[in-house]
């Protein structure tokens, strides 16, 4: 219990003072800042195995083919998180009808970081940089992640317009990553446990 108590104590300084948090942070006349972050009980190493597999977490409605099956990422500077368009099933890299880049890798720390430039959804077509930081902080048998998305230059969106939507979105798949490593249990301790905690202080 005391190594539990330690775990998300230690998390909760490395990212804010709850276990989930979400928030526009900043915002300009030329951009804006989204932070979220959380934490899930699972090892590091495979929330990196699965946060580098798109296709698993990412929302296929939020793509232009509508199926997350076509999502695709290669983990490496330069490498890129693409997206097949088929025209068939069958069809594959060499010979998909058409393909989208979302995003660009461009520094890579395994277990660590993974950092992406682009702008998603309606922002790929705006004269904007767009840059994706997904931190993972490891204690144990539990993973902290973070999604920091910033984004500047200039779109014709209103930033208090278009902000709120960026936000909703990038939540939604720290979300559905996150709920692959569902606890069974609520973090939440009984008051009984507490009481024991308490007396053990003492």
Not at 11 to 21: D, H, N, P, R, V
Not at 67 to 92: H, M, R, S, T, W
Not at 126 to 150: C, D, M, N, P, W
Not at 189 to 202: G, K, L, R, S
Request: proline share 3%.
């Amino acid at each position: 219990i005391a190594m539990k108590r330690f775990i998300i104590a230690s998390l909760a300084l490395l990212f804010g003072t709850g276990i989930a948090q979400a928030e526009i942070t900043n915002t300009a006349d030329n951009g804006f800042t989204i932070r979220h972050e959380t934490v899930v009980q699972a090892p590091v190493e495979d929330v990196w195995n699965t946060l580098v597999q798109p296709s698993k977490w990412w929302n296929g409605e939020h793509s232009w083919s509508g199926n997350a099956e076509n999502f695709y990422l290669v983990a490496q500077a330069g490498g890129c998180f693409c997206e097949l368009i088929k025209a068939d099933p069958e069809e594959n890299i060499r010979t998909a009808t058409g393909s989208v880049q979302h995003m660009r890798v461009i520094m890579v720390q395994k277990d660590e970081v993974l950092r992406m430039s682009g702008g998603l959804g309606p922002l790929q077509g705006e004269a904007l940089t767009g840059i994706l930081t997904i931190q993972l902080q490891s204690a144990g048998e539990r993973t902290g992640i973070r999604f920091v998305y910033k984004v500047g230059g200039y779109m014709e969106f209103s930033v208090d317009e278009i902000s709120p939507a960026v936000d909703g979105v990038i939540g939604e798949q720290l979300t559905r990553l996150s709920a692959l490593f569902a606890e069974e249990e609520e973090l939440k301790q009984e008051p009984e446990v507490e009481a024991e905690i308490e007396a053990e202080d003492e």
